[in-house]
């Protein structure tokens, strides 16, 4: 490929899929409709997911796609409007290039930009208090819009303050999907809730006054690990092995025994003849639960998980309620009334799997900005207003340098344009018309936002963390900072 037409080819792709992504923001942004080979389909507004589902084959939209997935496991959104200014970044720095501005002088007054647009965000977020509940509305419902649960919007919201004054904790917020009923009957569960049942028929499914423990010890005699053969010639030295294993068995029961519990969960397996051992003994059994699920048992009971049933004591042991039953179109087991639990689950419900991906990614989402906001409790306004005001500031700071770097901090600060300008289509409102209002009102100090009309983005509650927006602008930067360093495309000898 010509030296020439490198940056331009890998600008066109960049902006082809910001402009993939553009028509996603906002509460009315519109969704895409994923379709594979075999017909499968995946219908959602969200960014991360589009950039993962979606097939891309030229190498700068996959260098894209990687930065932006860096960016939702650090932060867990904000990938739309990183990709969508990344896109419009490197536009105006191939109006640059094209007017005869070298890309290093180009990245030079990009990163300038970048360093200073960090500090304006530092310097104009406001601090919350997240221990109140109408800060974490804001926070939540911010984070909702959009994501096609605006009629139940209220409900999750409600459940996932819920859920998080419980836990204290993001992480610690299960998110089980299951179709069947309608997206209003989605709960909040004061427990776990396990895509297990009893390993035994005769074990009871229901238990109002449970005694449960954990463990991750195998509840079965140990097999070799390496190929062995055991030589027996009499039919009483086969007895004395089967013997011999039932007695390992017994003792395992007896230790679970002691500690007068009715019920155990395990990590592990539970040989048949332990199931029956522990069924004669009134305990019900639950085997191979998957390790997270372990963890968080273990927070919403308040006990460790056992590793060794001869070290079982009294504190291993946790009162509950457990029941088992169809859930949507499998057997569950739900560990509930957990005194003080440290870690619960939300049980969203709907109609359609497709519907119940986007629900779990809109939770996802405001769970993720929660996550975010606890690491310094500040927000920023949304709805384009803090792109508004970093494209302001940085049109006064940019003034104040001299050199061609001018130039490229003034091409940064009005591609951060395109965020309310992109809300405003999305809304149905008119670009020429609502900008110069929207930058009037910013050259005045009031920082609003961008809708069918002006919004004061504050007032409403439309908030996002300082952090996100911060990694926003890092992730816009680095990666077109990385596509502006490309100069030539080479293809690669075939490894024989």
Known sequence: MDKFNALADN???????????????????MDKMLIDAVGDIVVTNDGATVLKEVELKHPAAKMIAETAKALEEEVGDGTTTAVVITGELLKNALKLKNKGLHPTVIIKGYELASDYALKVLEE???????????????????????????????LLAGIIINAFRKTGNPDNIKIEKKTGQSLSNSRLINGILIDKEPVFSEMSKKI????????????????????????IKIPEQLKSFKDKEQEILKLMIKEIIKVKVNMVICQKGI???????????????????RKTDMELLSKALGVNIT?????LKKSDVSNASMITKRVGDEEMTIIYNCTNPRAVTILLRGAQEQLLDEVKRAVDDALGNLRTVMKDDKVLPGAGACELMQRKKLLEYADKISGREQLAVKAFAEALEVIPKALITNSGGEVLDLMPKLIKLHESGNYWGAGDKPVNALNQGIIEPLELKKQVIKTAYEASKMILRIDDMILKQRKK
Do not use: F
């Open 11 to 29: 600008v066109m792709i960049a902006k082809a899929v910001a402009d993939m992504l553009k028509t996603t923001l906002g509460p009315k942004g």
């Open 124 to 154: 104009e977020a406001v601090k919350i208090n997240i221990s109140e509940e109408k800060e974490l509305k804001k926070i939540i419902q911010t984070a909702l819009t959009g994501k096609n649960v605006e009629k139940v919007k209220g």
């Open 208 to 231: 109002d006054n449970a005694r449960i423990i954990l463990t991750d010890a195998p509840i079965e005699v140990k097999t070799l690990e390496t190929e062995s053969e055991i030589e």
């Open 271 to 289: 040989d048949e003849e332990a199931q029956q051992l522990l069924a004669n003994n009134g305990i019900t059994a639950i085997r191979r639960v």
């Open 307 to 311: 590793t060794n049933l001869k070290d």
